[in-house]
């Protein structure tokens, strides 16, 4: 079977497994050479999202995170005991979608270690009754596919996202950054299927916004658009939504068109994956999500809105320890003793 090529400068062997020889035969683990005779496994209780696909790219160098990240991918770094993929990914889970595609590139092959079977230590440890840290773990493996795609050149987010597209084909999907963590209450929604319901009631591609200070801009994409009242939007009180107009790559500090900035939170229609076979290179020379989101705005309509929930940037340092500390403080095991510790600590400053 010949390779495909793609349109883009980037192509994807679809020949080959993304996974090891030795885990083809994983009930859980998939690549996609092997999708289309996977069987389904049961699911826990969870409503099914309204859309079924969602995509995390996780191919990126973590440079920020230097010289942790020469050997250990930045997206499986711990928020306390858990890999900040996982996090991402449990979001996915409880929003009640079916399928999840990691695009990773050379040298994450820690992340697909992690998401398929260890028999020999989850035999072990079943053995002597240590089995807390894998019921996560385990009901991602009852709940989600988890399929793994390569990204064999850094082309941009806009290039990783549109290697997903033989698992996507015609479906709308969801995209969530693999450094963002959206951490809501028990009876919350996830943030992702806040989008999702949107993109159901309303048909048109729905993105997360945030607002952030001027002086923090620069470091984001940013939409502007002319505001929706609830009724017209499907949103509930308090939900702030756009109809988009402009979509901007972190502008230049000064130049840009709102404060509304994107968090790494997306529902888009396939019609997005057909704008970015098209793409040609944006800022950086690299092929950019935001420019195919611009077209998708003026052409067919896209809606911004903000959520509910709360958002670390764990792909900062700063984000990355505030994730650490508030999600430990959340936790029994933790809470005391870090909180005298760091009411200490607060003393000495």
Not at 221 to 236: C, E, F, K, R, Y
Not at 272 to 286: F, Q, S, W, Y
Not at 334 to 343: A, F, I, N, W
């Amino acid at each position: 079977m010949p390779r495909p090529r793609s349109q883009v400068t980037g192509d994807l062997d679809l020949t080959r497994s993304a996974v090891p020889t030795s885990r083809r035969g994983s009930p859980f683990f998939t690549s996609f050479a092997s999708l289309l005779v996977m069987t389904p496994k049961p699911r826990t209780t969870v409503a099914k999202s309204p859309v079924r696909k969602a995509v995390i790219p996780a191919a990126g160098l973590g440079t920020r995170f230097l010289p942790a990240t020469k050997t250990i991918p930045k997206e499986m770094l711990p928020i306390v005991d858990k890999p900040t993929l996982l996090l991402v990914v449990e979001e996915v889970a409880r929003a009640g979608f079916e399928d999840v595609v990691l695009i990773q590139g050379r040298g994450k092959t820690a992340i697909e270690d992690f998401f398929d079977v260890s028999y020999e230590l989850e035999e072990k440890l079943e053995r002597e009754g240590k089995t807390d840290w894998l019921s996560s773990l385990k009901n991602i493996r009852n709940s989600i596919n988890v399929i793994s795609i390569r990204q064999k050149r850094a082309l941009g987010l806009g290039h990783a996202i549109w290697t997903a597209r033989p698992v996507i084909g015609d479906e709308p999907f969801a995209v969530l950054l693999g450094d963002e963590i959206m951490i809501n209450k028990e009876n919350e929604t996830p943030v992702i299927g806040q989008l999702a319901e949107r993109f159901a009631s309303t048909g048109l591609s729905s993105v997360a916004m945030m607002k952030v200070p001027d002086s923090e801009t620069h470091k984001y994409g940013i939409v502007a658009g002319d505001s929706l009242p609830p009724d017209a939007s499907g949103s509930g009180s308090g939900i702030e939504v756009l109809r988009v107009r402009d979509v901007v790559e972190k502008p230049a500090p000064g130049t840009a068109p709102s404060n509304w900035a994107l968090p790494g939170r997306y529902v888009f229609d396939a019609e997005i994956l057909r704008e970015l076979a098209d793409a040609k290179p944006g800022k950086n020379g690299e092929i950019q999500l935001t420019d195919a989101m611009q077209t998708i705005a003026k052409q067919r309509g896209m809606l911004a809105s903000s959520f509910v929930g709360r958002r670390y940037d764990a792909g900062d340092k700063l984000g990355y320890l505030q994730a650490n500390i508030e999600l430990a403080l959340e936790r029994e095991d933790l809470r005391t003793d870090l909180t005298r510790y760091l009411k200490t600590l607060a003393g000495r400053l």
